[in-house]
Every structure is written in structure tokens, then in C-alpha cells.
């Protein structure tokens, strides 16, 4: 907090204290299936709409109803939007934790609670805001049933007093979340937010520090979750196969992108879909009908997560032997096995490099953000088109399931590119065509889709031994002809898959390189390495594999360079030891983080500080 | 068939093709293999029914049966998929060129066994698709091992005996949804080709089991999936004659004695009583028929179930007419109001 700006207030308590403004974190701690995630939000984006730059984390269990959950805001006036590890301001509403909660808390924060709880004796060093939920409630809520969804918007009111956030916009937060068609259901709720104000006004006395303030750090900006983005980017690069099988937390991808293409890709003059979307019996069949509309010449895609990612083996290795693009979102979750399905991890890095048996190699994309969920995404069809192979997009839960506040996209420059796929003049004009022959130097053939109207236009699709017409080969020749050129194609892509963001300090020794979500914690990090420490840093940020030659160079200007993981093996840090020479490996160092919540700046700060025996 | 035309002039069908045209390359299964003679009859019926061959896309997964694609339609594009998953390949292809003319060829291993989830689940679809298992009892390309469609009682070679009831694929493909379900015998020619003519003409999704002997390792004393088994056993429940809709012939078959379906093309498919009266379009009849000839070891063969009055796939997923692989980018890529309004609403 040094830098943060500071005043000092007499609080009504009595003491001197400083004031934080726009500088600290919520969390909430409720039950899943109460409806918290309404009021959470709703809070989240009031404090939005006041300017100030936030971030939502979501941590919930893998059921239905009825275990804990934890949902914190971070608002930062400097934009960092890495989750936060320190609780600043708690709202405990889960009997079962609010001990535990209360306990971790740090002295000088604030706790919020549910007046039954007793929470109050626990310790004299935190703000205490003792309400009586159940007493509030009941008279806005005559509908027993409705009275444990609406209990919720109760702290959204108390917490609006307490941290001066303005009632309009918690108003205005509320009616947008529930949309003109749930008037009602806003209005029951918008009484409960009220009778919370109204009592916290009337009994509470702030003697706490925190406190939102009107600013100007997220104009233009919107909030929205990486799944969604995601869909938005498929949508807008013209997909028209979507295949998928629910798994957590790729789903609400699917059901966003379903959304969408509804919305947008219905022709009003037939009512028809420019799309097709299947439910798959499994993932198996979901990537085996992506292979199959990818040959056939559609965009496709599929979403997925960890166990999915196991399933689909075999099929990568067929879409990658017979040449033919496929994209699959993979949203991370900590695994092996079921694993935590509602936590976040890097998990499938070096899987997803060389999913399937024998010799594979599969391009990945890396995005961090919801602009680049959505930019990405265009890269990727394209990216797979042209070089007929199955591309992963490797987000996470945390990406996928969080909201982010995000720059506005931009519509799509780019016109949709197909690669190169003869049509019936092209042959017309060739006479023929081998479809593995390396006719550009590229690696990539050419090839025609099934219905090309041209007598030569056929060729045959197979997972076996094939030769450069396609042809069923078993010689030793052809096989290692076809194997290179395929190591070839896979090199080439580093050319034109998207560059690494780098970030070159000239009074650095150290670099950090990072990928995906890790460069939140990874910016703020390196922020505070030169803070606390005066430890001046380089940043790489890798946005696809193969990496290109700029890793290579970033790594020979520093002596020491972190690769930031989220997992236990150090995958980003193995993919690079796969093709890296002894000299640029022996400069690499690890840090790890696996705990499967979004990775926080001091994880990675003290990682290095420790590493560098400072 | 006419047997006018002068030896000179070599024959073509509709569009000008002669039989070459819908040749593959040259079969590496083993002389007398059931697969070989549905390739042959895969090669007539197109050529026969005039098939646009640049317009057809084959399917196969992995086995002896599935390598057959590459011995017929040789202009046609082609995908040997993983053993037992074709079908997701096939739904794939077909959902990106509604235009295609699928047809998937796969063993017993590959439909009864490790792709029997996505079997299942294509017959539950009705995607326009003729679906063709080469049933052999056996898994020929590793060797002869049982497959699930191996009967109670059956031996293999060495003198296993197979305990475990059979899948009956035709029953499944019934109950599930399947809408034209069929068995026939790669030895039975005439009956082969007139079923095969009815997929052709059905649009939605057609299975047909053909009991295909494997030479090599289940055409044995034992076996009931053999040539000789077979030719005790089959028991057609009609005779069919297919009249495609670009024919003008008359055959003549004694009223009462016939039933008559007209299919979606025009086509029509005239089913000549043999025996009992059976109707194809009575669900819970056919289920009964199969259980009853199971107990008798005898193998009904023909048109078992017919439906062609259910939405295809691409109906009930409200699809535009034209391919979903080509739509031009202003009818895929939403205009830019159309993001506008999304950050509107999400900011
Ligand atoms: C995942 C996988 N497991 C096993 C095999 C080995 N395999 C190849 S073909 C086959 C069985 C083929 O039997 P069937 O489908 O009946 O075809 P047939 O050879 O009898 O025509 C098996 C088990 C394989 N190719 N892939
Ligand atoms: S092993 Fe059997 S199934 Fe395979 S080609 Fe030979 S006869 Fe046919
Ligand atoms: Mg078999």
C-alpha cells in the first residue's frame, strides 16, 4: 500500500486512521445454490460503474447446492487485476467457514456478518458489522421460498453504506443484471438492497479505513467472462460446426456460443441456422465430428476441459496425420483424473503438445484476456485452416469462468481465410493434384473438399501409411518423407502463429516468461519485484506455441529467466527443454504454482525474491 | 434389365459413366472374403443409380470391412477414420455438405463392440447416411478374435465357444431410430443390390447388416456366419424389386401379393410376399419377427423396418439448404452492428 494515496480522517471511533481508496478486496462467503452469485455481481459491477477497475473471482465447489463458496472483488485504482490474496473487506454469510474466515482475516479488516453468528468475540483487531439478515428480510420478502435467493441483496445494501458506493448504481447494476423481463424479480430484490442501506445507515457506525470513490479507470470498458468471449470470437470468425459435451468449465462456452449464433446466424428471411450444433454422445465422437466437418471444408469447433482432453487423444493424432483443422478449446481445471473441476490450473500444456501416439506435435494458442479469447479465436480457425491440423486454445477456468473487465472488441479486420482448398477450376486449370506433396515449401499441401465437382478432385482420407497422393504406403521411404515434411509444417508455424508480447528492460538480468492467466500475478509481480526490491525484470509473454525465434533471443539477453507455471511439473518450462539447447536450458528457472486458484502477484514475488536470495 | 444393347457399345448409366467410373482400386482382402462381393454391389448400384460420384463420401473405421472403401468409388473422396468411430466422422462431414451422399462401411468389431456408444447415438440421429456392417462374427484384421455379433454356440477355429448372447445391430437400429433397417447375405446378389438401391433412395439413415463370411478365420463347421450356414439358413421375408424413379417399368407382380412404398426420391420399392405376410413399416412386428427367427437359427433377410415419413437430421436442426462449408463470409460472419450491440449491452 505505498504508493496508495492516503488521507487521513478522524473515523467515529475515535482513532486516526488512513483512509483506502479503490484499494482493496471483497469477499463474500456464502453457500452455493443461494443465489449469491446475483448480489455478487451486482456488486461487483456497481463499483464498476463508479470508474473504478475491478476484478471477480469465483471459487465454488464441484455440486449442485450446498458447500461453501468464496467470491471476491478486487478493486485497484492502479488496474491490477490479479486476484488478491489478502482479504480486506469480508462478508461471512456461511455459518459453516465464518470462524475459519473471520480467523484468516488480517488485523484492520472488515467483517460484515449474519448477527446469529456470534462472530464478534472472535477477536477485538477487525471492524465488526454485526446484521440481522433474517429480521431484514422477512418483511420485503413475504414468499418463504424466495426469502433465501433475496437474504443475499441484504449486504449489498449494507456494504454500499459502509464503502460508499452509490445506491443509483447499485440500482442500475441490479435492473441490468435481471433484464426488463425479471422486472419483478428486480423489484422484490431491489427492497431487500434498500432495507439493507436503510439499516445500516440507521445502526452501523463505519470505523473502518475502506472506501470506494468515483474515478475514471475503466471508460469504454465492458465486463465479461472468457467463455463467453470465447463464443463471441467463434461466432464472429464464422463457425458453422459446433460440437460439444458438457464438462465443467467449458460449458457455458457452448451455451454462450448457442446464445449467440440464435441471435445472430439465423436467417430472417427462412428462419434458418448457418450453423449446426450437436450435443456428441462424448468427446470421442465430438472431436471425430469436428475431424469430420474440418475435412469436408466447415469451420469447426469444440470445447473442452482435462478428462475430455484424455478422450480425444486418438482423434488429435488422426487430425494430424490426415491433415485437417480442427480448433479445441480447452479450459483448464486442475487435474489429473476428476480432479478439482472448479479450480484453475495450466494443466494440459505438454499434453495437448503431443496428445495422441507416435510422433505428434499440435499447435496452441495462449490467450489472457477476454480481448484475446475473442482475437484469438479468429487467429485459430485460420491458423488451423491453413495449416490443416487441430489447434488447441488453451484458456482455464479462471479465464473462462471469471469476469473480466475488458476492452471493447473490435470487429474482425481480417476477411476469413480457408487455406488451401482447390476448387473444381483450380483442378480444371492443374489437371491433378497430390494431396501431400509440398508444393510451396510449407509443409502444407493442397486439397479439395468432398463434393468438388471435378473428376480428379478425390482423395483419400486415412490414418494409415500414406504417401504424398494419399495413397495406402507401407515403405520406409514415404513414411519418414512424410513424417518430416510434417515436422516441417509444424516448424513453419512459428512464422505466423502470434508473436510473444516482450518487454525489454535494458537494466535487467532476469527475465520472467509466462503464458496465459499467469500474467496478471506475472505484471504485478515484476511491479512489485521493482518496488520492494529494486529487482528490474524483462517480461516475455507467450501467446501460441511453437515458440518463435523471439524466446530463443530473449532468453540469450538474460542470465536468468523464470518461467512462470500453473502446475506441479513446470510444463511451459518442459515444452521448452523439448527443442531448447543446453545453454538456453541452463538459464531457465521454475516457478510453480498449483494450488488451483488464480495466481496471485506474491505467490510469484516471493518465488523469485527466494529464488534470487534476496 | 435390358439385354438389347449391342457388345460394341460399352454400357453407361444416366449420367454418362460407365461401370469404371465407380471402380476402386484393386482389393488386398483375401480371395472370397463376404467384404469383397459388397464392394461389387456397392460399384453396380451406384453406377446403376446414376450417383453423381464426386458427390459421394465413404466412411470406414478399422478392420478388414473398413478398408473396402478404398475398392470402390475410387472418384469419390474418402475417410478411413479410427476403428469403431466413423460415424462421428460421418456426422461431421455430412452436417458441412448436407449435399453429400454418405455412405459408411464398418465390421461387427467396429459397430457391436468399441463403437457401439456412437452407433447408437447415429441411430438416434436419422442423419441421411447408409450405414453398411460387414458382419463376419469375427474380428477379421486382428486375426479372428469373436466379435459381439458372434451367436451363443458358435466356435472359432481353434474351438473356442462363444457363451455371450449377440448384438443384433438390425434390432437396435429398430428400436433406436434407425428409419430403413435391413439384413441381406453378401451372397445373395440380387437381394443385396435392390436393398442397397432403397438406402440410396432413403433420406434419413439406413443400416444394413450383411452377413459377410470371413474365409479365413469364421467360414468353419462351426461357425454361423459361414457361406454354408448361410445358404441353410437365410430366410428372405419378401422378394424386393426397386423401380428408381428415373425408370419407367412395369413389373409385373400378382395383386395382393405386394406391397408398395413410395420413397422420398419417387423411387418405389415393391415388397413380393414369400411365405408369411410381413410388413416393414410395423415397428413392434419387426422387433417380434427378429426374436422369433433367432430362436429358430434361421437369419430373416430383407427390408425388416421402413419409416420414411421422420425429419432428417439436418430438418430438425433447422439448417439452410445450401453446405455449411461454403456459405460465403457475409452470410457466417455477423455485420459489425451486430457486435456493437454485445459490448453495449455488456459495458
Ligand atoms: C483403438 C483400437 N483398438 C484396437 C485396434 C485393433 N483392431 C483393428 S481392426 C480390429 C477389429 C476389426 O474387426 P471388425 O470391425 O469386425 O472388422 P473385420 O476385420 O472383421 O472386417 C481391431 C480390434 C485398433 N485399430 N484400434
Ligand atoms: S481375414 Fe477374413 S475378413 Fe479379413 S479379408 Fe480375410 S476373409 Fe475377409
Ligand atoms: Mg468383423
Known amino acids: 500500500m505505498s504508493t496508495s494515496e492516503m488521507t487521513s480522517v478522524a473515523s467515529s471511533a475515535g ?27 451486482v456488486l461487483m459491477r456497481a463499483i464498476f460503474q463508479m470508474g473504478v477497475p475491478i476484478s471477480g473471482k469465483n471459487m465454488f465447489p464441484s455440486n449442485i447446492a450446498g458447500l461453501p463458496t468464496w467470491f471476491t472483488i478486487r478493486a485497484s485504482k492502479h488496474g491490477w487485476i490479479a486476484r488478491k490474496k489478502e482479504i480486506d473487506v469480508l462478508v461471512a454469510m456461511n455459518p459453516e467457514t465464518a470462524r475459519e474466515d473471520v480467523m484468516s482475516l488480517a488485523p484492520g479488516s472488515v467483517a460484515v456478518y449474519d448477527e446469529m453468528l456470534r462472530l464478534k468475540e472472535l477477536r477485538s483487531d477487525i471492524h465488526f458489522y454485526p446484521v440481522p439478515f433474517d429480521k431484514l428480510v422477512t418483511p420485503v420478502c413475504p414468499n418463504a421460498k424466495l426469502r433465501k435467493l433475496v437474504r443475499n441483496m441484504i449486504y449489498d445494501g449494507v456494504v454500499a453504506y459502509l464503502l460508499g458506493i452509490d445506491l443509483e448504481e447499485i440500482h442500475k447494476a441490479l435492473f441490468k443484471q435481471f433484464g426488463p423481463r425479471k422486472a419483478k424479480a428486480a423489484e422484490l430484490n431491489w427492497a431487500a438492497v434498500q432495507a439493507g442501506h436503510e439499516y445500516a445507515t440507521a445502526n452501523l457506525t463505519k470505523t473502518d479505513p475502506f472506501a470506494i470513490e468515483r474515478m475514471d479507470g475503466n471508460r469504454g470498458k465492458i465486463i465479461i467472462d472468457g467463455n463467453t468471449a470465447c463464443a463471441l470470437g467463434c461466432v464472429f470468425a464464422g463457425v458453422t460446426v459446433v460440437i460439444w459435451y458438457p464438462i465443467t468449465p467449458s460449458s457455458s462456452m457452448m451455451e454462450a456460443m448457442i446464445g449467440y449464433l440464435k441471435r445472430f446466424r439465423i436467417e430472417p428471411e427462412t428462419g434458418r441456422s448457418t450453423y449446426a450444433v450437436v450435443q456428441a454422445e462424448d468427446e470421442l465422437a465430438a472431436l471425430g465430428m469436428v475431424i ?3 475435412w469436408a471444408g466447415a469451420r469447426s469447433v469444440t470445447a473442452t476441459s482435462g478428462p475430455g482432453i484424455s478422450l480425444m487423444s486418438e ?6 496425420y490426415v491433415e485437417v483443422p480442427a480448433v479445441i478449446f480447452d479450459v483448464q481445471r486442475a487435474g489429473p483424473s476428476t480432479g478439482l473441476p472448479t479450480r484453475t490450473m495450466q494443466g494440459d500444456l505438454l499434453k495437448n503438445a503431443l496428445l495422441s501416439h507416435g510422433d505428434t506435435r499440435h499447435p496452441m494458442l495462449f490467450p489472457s484476456s477476454p480481448e484475446e479469447c475473442f482475437s484469438l479465436a479468429q487467429d485459430a480457425f485460420n491458423l488451423a485452416e491453413f495449416f490443416q491440423t487441430p489447434l488447441f486454445v488453451m484458456t ?4 473462462g469462468m471469471n469476469n473480466w473487465m475488458a476492452d471493447q472488441f473490435e470487429y474482425p479486420t481480417e476477411p476469413i481465410s480457408r487455406g488451401k482448398v482447390l476448387n473444381a477450376e483450380d483442378l480444371k486449370r492443374l489437371g491433378g493434384f497430390a494431396r501431400y506433396r509440398d508444393v510451396d515449401g510449407d509443409g502444407v499441401g493442397y486439397r479439395t473438399l468432398p463434393g468438388t465437382n471435378h473428376p480428379s478432385a478425390a482423395w483419400f482420407a486415412r490414418g494409415s501409411g500414406h504417401n504424398d497422393k494419399a495413397q495406402y504406403s507401407e515403405r520406409e521411404d514415404d513414411y519418414i518423407d512424410n513424417m518430416n515434411r510434417l515436422r516441417h509444417k509444424f516448424d513453419e508455424m512459428k512464422k505466423h502463429v502470434p508473436p510473444p508480447e516482450v518487454v525489454l528492460n535494458e537494466k535487467a538480468d532476469i527475465g520472467i516468461v509466462c503464458c496465459g492467466t499467469s500474467r496478471w500475478g506475472a505484471e504485478e509481480s515484476r511491479d512489485q519485484l521493482k518496488r520492494e526490491y529494486g529487482l528490474e525484470t524483462s517480461y516475455l509473454r507467450l501467446k501460441a506455441y511453437p515458440f518463435g525465434e523471439e524466446l530463443n533471443a530473449f532468453i540469450a539477453r538474460h542470465s536468468r529467466v523464470y518461467v512462470i507455471d500453473q502446475n506441479r511439473d513446470g510444463q511451459l518450462l518442459e515444452l521448452m527443454r523439448l527443442d531448447f539447447t543446453a545453454e538456453e536450458i541452463s538459464r531457465l528457472r521454475s516457478v510453480r504454482y498449483y494450488g488451483g486458484l488464480p495466481l496471485d502477484a506474491r505467490t510469484i514475488t516471493g518465488e523469485i525474491v527466494g529464488q534470487e536470495g534476496l | 434389365m435390358s439385354t438389347t444393347s449391342s457388345p460394341a457399345v460399352k454400357k453407361q448409366n444416366r449420367l454418362g459413366f460407365e461401370t469404371a467410373a465407380y471402380k476402386g482400386g484393386r482389393s488386398t482382402l483375401c480371395a472370397g472374403c463376404g467384404h469383397n462381393a459388397i464392394s461389387e454391389r456397392i460399384v453396380e448400384v451406384f453406377y446403376e443409380m446414376g450417383v453423381q460420384p ?17 475398392y470402390f468409388l475410387g472418384m469419390s473422396h474418402g475417410f478411413n477414420a479410427v476403428h469403431g468411430r466413423a460415424p462421428a466422422v460421418a456426422t461431421g462431414a455430412l452436417l458441412a455438405n448436407q449435399h453429400l451422399t454418405g455412405i459408411l462401411v464398418t465390421g461387427d468389431g467396429d459397430t457391436a463392440s468399441i463403437g457401439i456408444g456412437h452407433f447408437m447415438h447415429l ?3 436419422n442423419l441421411p447416411l447408409i450405414y453398411i456392417i460387414e458382419d463376419n462374427g469375427v474380428y477379421g484384421l486382428t486375426k479372428g478374435q469373436f466379435s459381439a455379433t458372434a451367436d451363443v454356440g458358435s466356435k472359432t477355429k481353434s474351438g473356442v465357444v ?3 448372447p449377440p448384438i443384433d445391430c438390425c434390432m437396435l437400429g429398430i428400436e433406436l431410430g434407425a428409419t430403413l433397417v435391413a439384413r441381406s447375405f453378401s451372397g445373395d446378389k440380387r437381394q443385396l443390390a435392390a436393398i442397397l438401391k432403397a438406402c440410396i433412395a432413403h433420406k434419413g439413415l439406413s443400416v444394413v447388416d450383411v452377413i459377410s463370411p470371413c474365409v479365413t478365420f469364421n467360414d468353419h463347421e462351426d461357425s454361423t456366419k459361414s457361406y454354408a450356414y448361410m445358404k441353410e439358413h437365410d430366410d428372405p421375408i419378401h422378394d424386393i424389386h426397386f423401380v ?3 425408370e419407367d417399368i412395369t413389373v409385373e407382380i400378382p395383386e395382393g401379393e405386394t406391397r408398395e412404398v413410395t420413397m422420398h426420391d419417387g423411387s418405389r420399392l415393391r415388397l413380393q410376399k414369400l411365405g408369411e405376410d410381413y410388413d416393414p413399416t410395423d415397428k413392434i412386428g419387426a422387433i417380434n419377427a427378429l426374436h422369433a427367427s433367432a430362436k429358430t437359427g434361421n437369419v430373416l433377410t430383407g427390408i425388416l423396418y421402413y419409416d420414411g415419413g421422420q425429419p432428417d437430421m439436418f430438418e430438425q436442426l433447422g439448417m439452410v439448404d445450401e453446405p455449411l462449408a461454403t456459405l460465403p463470409e457475409s452470410r457466417v460472419r455477423p455485420p459489425r452492428a451486430a457486435l456493437q450491440t454485445v459490448m453495449e449491452e455488456l459495458s
Open chain 1, 15 to 41: 482513532s486516526l486512521q488512513q483512509r483506502v481508496i479503490n484499494d482493496f478486496s471483497i469477499q463474500v462467503a456464502t453457500v452455493n445454490g443461494s443465489g449469491s452469485q446475483t448480489a455478487n455481481n
Open chain 1, 292 to 294: 469430420g466437418a474440418g
Open chain 1, 315 to 320: 482423434f488429435t493424432g488422426l487430425g494430424y
Open chain 1, 396 to 399: 482455464d477456468l479462471d479465464l
Open chain 2, 54 to 70: 464426386w458427390n459421394v463420401a465413404k466412411f470406414s473405421g478399422i478392420g478388414c470391412s473398413s478398408k473396402s472403401p478404398a
Open chain 2, 123 to 125: 441411430l438416434r440421429r
Open chain 2, 162 to 164: 462363444n457363451e455371450m
Open chain 2, 244 to 246: 428408381p424413379f428415373f
